[in-house]
Each structure stands twice: as C-alpha cells, then as structure tokens.
C-alpha cells in the first residue's frame, strides 16, 4: 500500500472529534500551538528535553514530550503515541533540517509532503520556478564559470549557515576552506554547492497560505530576516577594508515589513503561478502556507531565490497579527492560526483527507 493510501487509512481510524495538534518543539511551534489553542485544539510539543523549559513556560502545550533527539519522531514508538492520540503534526523548518524525507513518517502531516521534499534540492526547485515562469538569480554550474558577484549556498534549511560571497574560482577554493576551518559547513554540505548571481536588492519573504476549502491564496504576513551579514553595515567600509571580515548569512530573527502596495502584483502573480505548477509537480499540489523568498532589484522587479513550502520562522512577526491578515480577516489571524482554522474547517466539512498527507 502506498503511503499516502496508509495515511489517509490512519485517519479513518481517527476519532475527528479529538483531533489534536502536534509538533516539534522549535522553529515556530509557540505560533503554531498557539494558533491551535485559539481555535480550540488540544495540543502536543515534541521537545528537546532542554528546550522544555520554554514550552512549559508559555502554557500553549497542553501536552509535552521530551526527546533526546528530532530525529526520534520517527521511532515507532513516537508515532504510535500520536496517532493513539489522533494527532495531525504540522511541519516547519526543524522537519526539513533535523529529519530530511517524511516517508517514514506514517502521521498525518498538514500540508503536502512531497514539495516540503524540493527545498532539500534546489535543482528541481529551480525547476518548478522556471515552470512557473518567476523571475530567478543566474546559476553557475560549477565554480570555474564564476562571473561577478556570487552567493554560495547549500541544500535544505540551513538558515543561511556558512553562506558565502566570491567572484572568482580562486576566491571559492579559499572561501570553502575558511568555511570549513570555521565549522560553519562540513563535506557534506559542500557536495552539492549552488553558486548563485548575488541579487543586490531588498529582501523581501512573502508568507502564502493556500486555502484547498476556501481555493484560495492568501496573503498572511510579510517579514524580511535580520541576518548575521547586516552587522556589516554598522562598520565603516574604511574600517572593512582593514579586517578580513567574512559575513555568513546566518538568520538570527525576523522583521516585519508592510510593502508598497503597487509591489504586492508582483507577489500575487508569482503564487498564483507557483501554485498551478505545483499541481502539476506532486498532485495535489500547494496545501497550507508556503513562503516564496524573493529580492527587489534596483528596478523594482521581483526576484524569487526561495520557495518554503511550509510554515517559515518568519511568520512569527505577524502574531497577533499583520497589516495584510488583519485586512483580509478583519480578525487576528496568523498563520498558526489559520493552519488550526483550515484544519477546523475541513473537520467540520469532512475534507480532512484534502489537507492532509
Ligand atoms: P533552530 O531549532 O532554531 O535551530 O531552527 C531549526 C531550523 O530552522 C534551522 O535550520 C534554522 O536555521 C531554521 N530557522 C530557525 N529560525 C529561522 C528563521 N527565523 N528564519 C529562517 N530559518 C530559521
Ligand atoms: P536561503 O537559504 O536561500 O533562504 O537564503 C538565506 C539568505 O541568503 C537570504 O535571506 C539572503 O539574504 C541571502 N541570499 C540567498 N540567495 C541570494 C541571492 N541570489 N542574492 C542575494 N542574496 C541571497
């Protein structure tokens, strides 16, 4: 039997009266529980058994189990305990880099796992962006073509970590050693490198969420990242010059943005296409939120570098609330919140098995 037949065969035997909301204790759980709780959900955090502390002192977990590791979720006996417990787990960045591929996980997921699977390779993401016709950086296929300013990356979630900037294939060589002295990447990472154009721009991460009951897009939150490289601004360029600074892009929060209202077409068109062709990539194509990351350029053109096709962190600015969500609700709405209102919703309707995978 196919894992999504054995999915949908674990919610038949749930009781859709005691559903609970279940995740990994991290990233943007205190969104998500309390998204749940506000829509009257039970509630269980799958935690680090250091990281308890933090869950037992905001309350919205009703109920929480210490792990050792993330990667325990998919110990049978974990997976048993939620499904006894009907649970639907939502996912977030911590699934993508502390557990990679789902198919051993036999708990309803919210959402579609199968694209969650194309930000751990960025080829077949690019893919789906040229599909969709959005407008992306340049691609080096390999370092020797270096031209101009580039940005390497690495596959998956990894926050920006060990991000680096060059302009030529020697500068690289150098680069991935002073990375590596730095621990900041490891072999691994730098098997399957991308070395994008540097888009010299303002960032810009536009949190989607697609609604299968409502068919619709929905614009919830709107955030930029406050990066480890930002700090490179507060030092005169004079005083640059004199150290061998190496900014690195790792996340270290988030700001909230409220664009200029003539940019949101941009956005809207390039969801609206980056969910059509996500219907044709892995049927049934964009449930739940997702995250198309992107730069303006210095004409205002919309750049897509990133697509999350997930919850990201960033949607943590716009809790109670942001200026789009409250526009479009007219309520607090965030996107914990509007994951746990979805999911109220295809109970009541009795479309659970069009959210779930
Ligand atoms: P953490 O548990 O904080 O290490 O986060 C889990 C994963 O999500 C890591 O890969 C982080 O890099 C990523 N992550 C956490 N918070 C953010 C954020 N605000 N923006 C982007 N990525 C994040
Ligand atoms: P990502 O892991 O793809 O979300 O990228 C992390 C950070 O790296 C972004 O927030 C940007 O600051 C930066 N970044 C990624 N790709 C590019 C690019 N092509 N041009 C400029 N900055 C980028």
Not at 98 to 125: C, S, T
Not at 164 to 177: A, D, P, Q, W
Not at 322 to 351: Q, T
Request: proline share 3%; glycine share 8%; aromatic share 10%.
């Amino acid at each position: 039997m196919r894992l999504r037949e054995r999915i949908l065969r674990v919610l038949d035997s749930y009781d859709h009266k005691k559903i609970r909301i279940a995740t990994l204790g991290s990233h943007s759980a205190l969104n998500i529980l309390r998204g749940a709780k506000d829509e009257g959900f039970e509630t269980i955090c799958l935690c680090k058994s250091e990281d308890a502390v933090i869950y037992r002192n905001f309350g919205v977990a009703d109920n929480i189990v210490e792990l050792e590791s993330f990667s325990d979720l998919l110990k049978e006996e974990v997976q048993s305990f939620l499904r006894e417990k009907n649970a639907i787990l939502i996912p977030h960045g911590s699934f993508n880099a502390y557990i990679g591929k789902l198919d051993k996980l036999e708990v309803p997921i919210f959402g579609n796992r199968m694209l969650m699977e194309y930000e751990m390779d960025r080829e077949k993401q690019r893919e789906w962006f040229l599909r969709a016709g959005v407008r992306v950086p340049k691609v080096f296929r390999s370092p020797e073509e270096i031209e101009g300013l580039c940005i390497v990356k690495y596959q998956g979630a990894k926050g920006g970590r060990g991000y680096f900037l060059v302009s030529s294939y020697n500068e690289f060589r150098e680069k991935v050693e002073k990375m590596i002295g730095m621990g900041l990447v490891n072999e691994d990472d730098l098997k399957k490198v991308e070395i994008q154009e540097y888009v010299l721009g303002a960032n810009v991460y536009f949190s989607f969420f697609y609604s299968p009951v409502n068919e619709r897009i929905e614009l919830i939150s709107v955030d930029r990242r406050y990066e480890h490289a930002d700090a490179l601004g507060r030092i005169p360029a004079k005083e640059q010059l004199k150290i061998d600074i190496e900014p690195t892009y790792t996340v270290i929060g988030n700001f909230p943005i409220v664009l200029r209202e003539s940019l949101l077409r941009q956005a809207f068109e390039a969801a609206e296409r980056i969910v059509e062709v996500s219907k044709e990539i892995a049927y049934p194509g964009m449930v739940g939120p997702f995250c198309v990351e992107t730069i303006f350029n210095e004409r205002a053109e919309m750049v897509v570098f990133e697509i999350s096709a997930r919850i990201v962190a960033g949607t943590n600015v716009g809790i109670p609330n942001s200026p789009y969500s409250y526009i479009l609700f007219g309520e607090n709405m965030y996107m914990g919140r509007r994951i746990a209102r979805e999911l109220r919703i295809a109970i009541e309707k009795d479309m659970l098995g069009e959210v779930v995978y």
